[in-house]
């Protein structure tokens, strides 16, 4: 699969290690030279440093033969932005978002894209384990 | 339930204000008096600007009567010694620390402290979005 992803935080670097890892074709992109450096050398895909949601940056990362997109930065904004080019410009299959706003996941759905909140996923699995 | 938080970030603070929504007593610590605003001014519990293991700052929470403690900070050595105070020195009952690196869950499991990794709990949901 040729996988672009959209900011290299602790999120957005893990995912990038294991699907390269995994034999996955693999772009990771970030506005920040400093946070590429968030994967290590040893990991095989291609880092590019530029916005997030730029058009000419999306092209160079390959998104016109992506298969799966994801937008990991924590900015809720730029993330639906990344993800509604990568779905409505350039009809990438499989396209998922990262929020933290509850508001902004129903915005998610709205545009029937998928959508992750591992803020919400982290409060479910604390719950379990404060009340079980 | 008396609920001590230690890291007032994005997790820390939604947590606290879930538990104070449903009637637990909370407080919560962060040695940056910025992050405490994380939380609304509708928090019904407690905030401390302090350091996260201190324990002038956990008995300033009260501690002593705690029944969980939650070691939320992005730093996972912090985390970690905030977890083994709260429950080698104050007998926590329930104790809970975040980490990002799986070597140190591994730590947390030779202690017998309780452990959330909620990178992990992102890319294994992430993983199920892609390839499903």
Redesign the interface.
């Known amino acids: 699969m040729h996988?672009i992803i959209v900011g290299c935080g602790?999120?957005g670097s893990?995912?990038a290690r294991?699907l390269g890892e995994n034999g996955h074709d693999v772009v990771i992109i970030d506005n920040d030279g400093e946070r590429l450096n968030n994967v290590e050398s040893s990991f095989n895909g291609i880092k590019i440093k530029g916005i997030e949601f730029d058009t000419d940056t999306l092209m160079e990362a390959g998104i016109d033969k992506a298969d799966?997109f994801?937008a990991l930065t924590p900015d809720d904004n730029k993330n639906i932005m990344a993800c509604k080019i990568a779905k409505d410009i350039f009809q990438v299959k499989?396209v998922?978002g990262?929020v933290?706003n509850l508001n902004m996941e129903s915005a998610y759905l709205d545009l029937s894209i998928?959508v992750?909140n591992?803020?919400k996923?982290?409060?479910n699995?604390?719950n379990e384990?404060?009340f079980s």
Chains 1, 2 share one sequence.
């Open positions: 996988v602790r999120l893990t995912i294991y799966i994801l499989k998922i990262r933290s998928d992750i591992p803020i996923l982290a409060v699995s604390l384990k404060m």
